[in-house]
Nanobody, 127 residues
Framework: QVQLVESGGGLVQPGGSLRLSCTAS?????IAWFRQAPGKEREGVSC????????YYADSVKGRFTISRDNVENMVFLQMNNLKPEDTGVYYC???????????????????????WGQGTQVTVSS
């Protein structure tokens, strides 16, 4: 079983920044970040592949968020800048059981393609 643990969430004012971390135990070919607000659908935020470092982002966060991976430490980070109130939610990292070397279409943002999830970290953007 792969285990994922998120950290780095907190309360920040609009325009501020946070850096989330996801630590994995076990092999992961891809790690994605999702977020969910109360009463809302789970939304794919970003994904990164171990194979070639390819990164993917939701349109709503492009230019503001950056995903990176430390393959030696088996960690993934999400740098979030210029945060907005609509970024508020519980952020989860996730990984598939299958080995991904390529991502086709928009599959990275579909929660059904992931098998292991962390417990989440709360991000609140409010003045």
């Amino acid at each position: 079983q792969v285990q994922l643990v998120e950290s780095g969430g907190g309360l920040v004012q609009p325009g501020g920044s946070l850096r989330l971390s996801c630590t994995a135990s076990g092999f992961t070919s891809a790690i994605a970040w999702f977020r969910q607000a109360p009463g809302k659908e789970r939304e794919g935020v970003s994904c990164i592949l171990k194979s070639d470092g390819s990164a993917y982002y939701a349109d709503s966060v492009k230019g503001r968020f950056t995903i990176s991976r430390d393959n030696v430490e088996n960690m993934v980070f999400l740098q979030m800048n210029n945060l907005k109130p609509e970024d508020t939610g519980v952020y989860y990292c996730a990984t598939p059981k299958a080995i991904w070397v390529k991502v086709y279409d928009n599959m990275w943002s579909d929660p059904d393609f992931y098998d292991y999830w962390g417990q989440g970290t709360q991000v609140t953007v409010s003045s």
